[in-house]
């Protein structure tokens, strides 16, 4: 490994013009099989390679002789030093490698589940985070991370979740442009950057019954309002990819739909990156049922716009021969191989290919600013959903720890990169550090927690093991183990003062376990500084502020239960409740346990004199909107305060509350805040009846709170345009 005679060159910033002048003269040397081999990335490690029949020297071969684009999840400085060696040695043309990894929530620190990143509200942190993530990812010689994962998601059997930004178009949105601009800054040429990929394009997160891979079936003004704006904001921030979704959409699978890629991706969005398919989901189509055969499936797959091919080989064996039978377009190919020479080229890799690839990539790893701000994604990503007044604990009282989770370091998640379960710092490591005075108490010494009389209050510290979620992880039991249950009913009649800390990669059915808690912290995975952040929000060194951004279900049967759902023709009557002939269940309320954009603080907000500066709403007009919060406490603490509007009608159904701004706002003990926000016509807009961009004369309720079901309301007319 001759990488530590590396001399890298300083990488200089291209724009788009100069980057396709460059790609364009290289395009005219390249023979056919050299373009066709730009769209195809190539598995390394054979377990990253599943059902395929793989040997890693024949990848070295082809790299010579330039058939392969990209590689993925290749990690290590050597290898990727070898690999890429080979490439601009000794193939013909000596171009680059491309190094493809799914970094979603850290490569070395790991920071929060994106679920639970997302509960943050905050997209100046997810921006810092991304910013952090890329980091260490681009200075691990990585150069694309296949995030943000934007998929709109409802249902929590559905094990990918944990990467989602939750059930709001607009939220997730938000954190999508932090994301992609954290990831990609201002140049790809900035060693610190990394190009992102937004996925999984489309829909992913609405397949049927939460069932991994399964069948998704939505409307178009579905796919329109709730499945495309983080993608379109995405495409604002130029993200260099999006890759393609495994599940059909109207019926054609996402890999080889043309609407979807060409139509919707290209021309509506706007798009003019490139489009990778996931894990051999082109190959796939032939499971799908609509393509006889791998020639077929290439075509279909190439005919819609697919431009890279991910581990399956169905470009490498076939495009030759369409191409030569005239089935398929020269000039299409051309087109997707100067995107994949423009990105490279734009990542600095013909200047220097070796691009931050060194012998001691750990000085970049694990620094103490990183941790910090891992710290800081914990205390505001965690939610507190109850507490009897029993947080923030004070330190003089020994509290007792216990349960699976408390010394458990299975707190990163799944898709964690190269992150190290053994660097986590667990619930009772942070406890030490902090010489908080406690005593852990293993299952077997229940006897002598209940008869410790010091011990009045314990930390029980419950969840599911982050190997349950992520993908092909659904599950269809939503509840924790029964032993679990147990331990903590246990420990309840003990007559103690319980913390319950829950960790899991989705929301879980919790109605059972609230009432044997006086305080509930739902932590996710929080990742590498799991335990501090934890012991900051007990302790009062911060005050929970986390917000959820995915509804928890009352009962597993309510699902899929999201908040932006329509009223329907006969809405449940709180007034009467028993009466038969409404939308209700005979065995279970509608609502859920607990609502989206629902937390608690320490600080006690209380919302009032909601006022709107006009009652019409004209065109070119912009509505202000302002609420009165008084933070009633001795404690600092920030607000996320949401906006929501409803349409009263309009010429389609539209959901009952719709997420159109949000702030996360600081307050000091006893302090009084007007929060302003301001609206405009587009907010009130939706895909009408023949599916245009429009507000409609109507009636809208603009309505402010702290979660999506306690709001103040104010009316509003739009009367003309
Ligand atoms: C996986 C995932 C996708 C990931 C890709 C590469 O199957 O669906 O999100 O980026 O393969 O690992």
């Known amino acids: 490994m001759l990488l530590k005679n590396i001399q890298h060159k300083p990488l200089k910033h291209y724009s788009d013009l100069h980057a396709h002048e460059f790609a ?30 793989f040997d890693a020297s024949s990848t070295i071969e082809e790299i010579k002789m330039g058939m392969v684009g990209s590689l993925l999840s290749v990690h290590d400085e050597g290898t990727l030093f070898d690999l890429q ?21 850290g490569y070395k620190t790991a920071f929060p589940i994106n679920l639970a990143l997302s509960n943050t509200w905050e997209p100046n942190l997810i921006y810092r985070i991304a910013k952090a993530i890329a980091y260490e990812t681009a200075h ?25 930004n939750g059930e709001d178009p607009y939220l997730s949105s938000e954190l999508t442009k932090a994301y992609v601009s954290g990831y990609q800054g201002d140049s790809l040429s900035n060693k610190n950057a990394v ?3 937004v996925k999984h394009f489309a829909g992913y997160g609405f397949v049927e019954a939460g069932r991994e891979y399964n069948t998704v079936d939505v409307s178009k003004r579905k796919l329109f309002t709730m499945i495309l704006p983080p993608f379109r904001a995405a495409v604002s921030q130029n993200v260099a990819l999006t890759m393609t979704a495994f599940n059909t959409l109207f019926d054609r699978p996402a890999t080889a739909n043309k609407y979807l890629l060409k139509d919707i991706l290209r021309n509506e969005l706007g798009f003019n990156g490139i489009i990778i398919s996931d894990y051999t989901s082109t190959e796939e189509i032939i499971s799908h049922k609509v393509a006889k055969d791998e020639k077929d499936a290439a075509k279909q797959c190439f005919d819609a716009g697919l431009e890279h091919e991910m581990v399956s080989r169905t470009y490498l064996n076939h495009l030759q021969s369409l191409l030569e039978a005239g089935e398929i377009d020269y000039s299409a190919l051309d087109e997707a191989v100067l995107r994949m020479l423009m990105l490279k080229y734009k990542l600095g890799l013909f200047d220097d290919p070796y691009r931050n690839l060194y012998t001691n990539s750990k000085q970049y790893m694990l620094l103490e600013n990183t941790k910090k701000l891992a710290v800081e994604a914990v205390e505001k990503s965690v939610v507190m959903l109850k507490n009897d007044k029993l947080l923030p604990l004070s330190k003089h009282e020994k509290i007792g720890l216990v349960g699976p989770f408390i010394d458990s370091k299975d707190l990163i998640g799944e898709w964690a990169a190269l992150c190290e379960k053994s660097d986590v710092v667990s619930i009772k490591s942070a406890f030490e550090e902090n010489h908080f005075p406690f005593k852990h108490f293993e299952e077997t010494a229940f006897e002598d927690l209940k008869n410790d009389n010091e011990v009045k209050t314990v930390i029980v510290a419950l969840g599911e093991s982050g190997a349950h979620a992520g993908e092909g992880n659904s599950k269809t039991n939503l509840h924790l183990d029964t032993h679990q249950q147990n331990l903590l009913k246990s420990i309840k009649q003990m007559d103690k003062k ?12 919790l109605t059972n376990l609230i009432n044997n808690a006086d305080a509930v912290l739902y932590a996710y995975q929080p990742g590498t500084m799991a335990g501090i952040g934890l012991f900051n929000l007990i302790t009062g060194k911060t005050s929970p502020s986390g917000k959820l951004t995915m509804t928890f279900p009352f009962h597993e049967g309510q699902v899929p239960i999201y908040y932006n759902h329509l009223k329907t023709g ?20 509608n609502e859920p346990l607990y609502p989206f954009g629902y937390g608690l603080s320490y600080g006690v907000f209380i919302y009032t004199n909601l006022r709107i500066d006009k009652q019409n709403l004209h065109p ?47 307050f000091n003990p006893h302090e009084t805040k ?30 402010v709170g702290p979660s999506s079901s306690e709001k103040l309301s104010q009316s509003i007319e739009i009367k003309d345009f």
């Open 85 to 105: 060696k080979v490439a601009v040695e000794q193939s013909r043309l000596h171009i680059p490698l491309i190094f493809m990894f799914d970094v979603i929530h």
């Open 674 to 703: 007007q929060v302003d926000f301001v609206l405009t016509m587009n907010d009130f807009r939706s895909y009408n009846m023949n599916m245009i961009w429009t507000a409609e004369i109507s009636k809208y309720q603009i309505k």
């Open 140 to 164: 691990a010689g990585i150069h694309v991370t296949f995030s943000p994962m934007v998929d709109l998601v409802r249902d929590p059997k559905w094990g990918r979740v944990m990467e989602s």
């Open 195 to 197: 190009a992102a990929c």
């Open 24 to 53: 364009e003269k290289l395009l005219n040397r390249m023979t056919t099989k050299e373009k066709i081999g730009q769209l195809y990335q190539a598995p390394y490690y054979s377990d990253t390679v599943t059902g395929h029949a």
């Open 570 to 589: 006969r809405p449940f009557d709180e007034k009467r409740p028993t009466y038969r002939y409404n939308s209700r269940y005979i065995d279970a309320p």
């Open 620 to 666: 070119n007009e912009q509505l202000n909107v302002q609420v009165t919060i008084q933070n009633d406490s001795i404690y600092a603490a920030e607000e996320v305060v949401q906006l929501y509007i409803e349409s009263e009608y309009y010429s389609v159904s539209r959901p009952v509350d719709e997420l159109k701004a949000f702030k996360r706002i600081k």
């Open 498 to 509: 319980v913390v319950l800390i829950v960790f899991a990669g989705r929301p879980l059915i």
